[in-house]
């Protein structure tokens, strides 16, 4: 068995050349070399922007690059025949592919239609402020430009349960339609957030669950996909989303979906994974803001404490684990973004622990020029060390608030495999470990090169590792560090 490793194949600020498709077909056998053997793909189809679309804008779900809708016929990534071609050039490769899907809301109408709507407070949705009343909605959808291939099905008022622009007025607002209530089954932040942006899909409409379905089964036997990763998952019924992926499943049963339920909050994700029956895993979104604020405490955040009340420690099994992505980076909505002498701590302890589903980043990997990001040191010889040596029992030295490591013990399926893990938030130091009897007599060395010492394990066990301040050092056997060295 070899550890799954997933990428984000995409930032945000990837140049609007329609080449990303090409860039992907380009690296698969390089990705698949370094260990990665999963990788997300952004949203395939067509955004109200058109090629600038970064893709959650969505516009036509069946646009994947074909028609000339939006001012072109390619999006911001490439034509639609770039895409198949970087789906199988991934696939043939060894790397599964997960599509990016967004069945919130939709974006760029081709009309608009008169609705009455009722008016809700922006922060609590709950609360109406009006009473019911007419707007111009952006709410007809019937590319033009598309002329009905793929499917007929058009969108308008009926389908959607709410939007926030008023073109008659031109005034924003949360602009809830008349006799639809907002679907109660989703977060409850801003008291209720069905709502995001856009017009909102209504999930309790008939129609939207059969079309959503029929064109989740038409990408599937288009693209041959592996698995989605889900936008927005917090703002869309729990329910309609475990009957699509149920749908979905029925179709291609072994699809591995991870959702973005974008919350600070365990107990919300596990509520949400209680609510979908565990039918899809979740970003553990907790630990991405540990990791921060490891980061930013001057050397004063309880390093013992990282995974404390994360997902990943609530259901490792159905947690991806991550650093950083399109959302944190700089310049975005979310950014939180994890300054850079972090990163290689954060990226060995997703990348070696043996919990949750690691997901790199590609600005972390290639760097975000848009910003000035370099890439993080190192990060392929991590990935690599997770395939071929971080196996075999785990224990966790989580015992100290600044210095902390971890061991694998190694298995015999995978040669020299063992790895020990010590890192520190402030000044460095060393730390007895037990890394297993199995590895008695072997020599370790750190594999990223920062200490210098050979450290012998005991009959015991045990050996007595050391870091530099600030910093991780990954120890690895002699022959491991020699194939890395020599390779990555
Ligand atoms: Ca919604």
Redesign the pocket.
Known sequence: MTNKTMMQFFEWYLPNNQLHWKRAEAQAAELKRIGVNMVWLPPAYKGAAGPASVGYDVYDMYDLGEFDQKGAISTKYGTRADYLTAVSALQQAGIKVLCDIVL??RMGADATEQVMVIDGLEHNRGQDISSQHPITAWTKFDFPGRAGAHSGFHWNASHF?GTDWDEGTKRKGIYRFHGKP??RE?DSEKGN????MGA??D?DNQEVIQETKNWGRWYQDTVHMDGFRMD?VK???FAFCRDWISAMRAHKNDLYIVGEYWSHDTGKLTHYLNATDRSLSLFDIPLHFHFLEAATSNGNYDMARLFSGTLTEADQAHSVTFVDNHDTQPGQALCSFIPAWFKPIAYALILLRDVGTPCVFYGDYYGIPHDGVAPVPQLARLIKIRECYAYGPEHLFFDDPSLTGFTREGDAEHPDSGVAVLLTDSTGGSKRMYVGERLAGRRMVDALGRAPETVEIGADGWGTFSVSGGSVSVWVTEPAREYLYLNF
């Open positions: 919130n809301h349960s907002w679907n989703t957030y069905d709502y995001l909102d899909l999930t927005a703002h869309i019924s």
